[in-house]
């Protein structure tokens, strides 16, 4: 069965951090693409950073700079480091597997309040 379980979700001020971390299980971590993608209200779920088994990243315009995701192979975890956040960073943030098949999380809330 395969798990993907996502924490460190919560309310912090704008220009604040927060980390994200998915573990997962059930799955050969070390060659999945792993992903973070994020939610707001009202608006479609939207690509916010990935990072292949290779260790090649890319990221949404608009977290460029600010946002820096990670993996970490032997402890089967995928992490965000959020940094200068913003309002409208606010989202239920859902963390992504994709080899042959894609698998996601649950979701955890990121609020950021100005």
């Known amino acids: 069965q395969v798990q993907l379980v996502e924490s460190g979700g919560g309310l912090v001020q704008a220009g604040g951090s927060l980390r994200l971390s998915c573990a997962a299980s059930?799955?050969?971590?070390?060659?999945?693409?792993m992903g973070w993608y994020r939610q707001a209200p009202g608006k479609q779920r939207e690509l916010v950073a990935q990072?292949?088994?290779?260790?090649?990243?890319n990221y949404a315009d608009s977290v460029k700079g600010r946002f820096t995701i990670s993996r970490d192979n032997a402890k089967n975890t995928v992490y965000l480091q959020m940094n200068s956040l913003k309002p409208e960073d606010t989202a239920v943030y859902y963390c992504?597997?994709?080899?042959?098949?894609?698998?996601w999380g649950q979701g955890t809330q990121v609020t950021v309040s100005s």
């Open positions: 992504n597997a994709l080899h042959v098949r894609n698998y």
């Open positions: 059930g799955i050969i971590f070390s060659i999945y693409t």
């Open positions: 990072i292949t088994r290779a260790g090649s990243t």
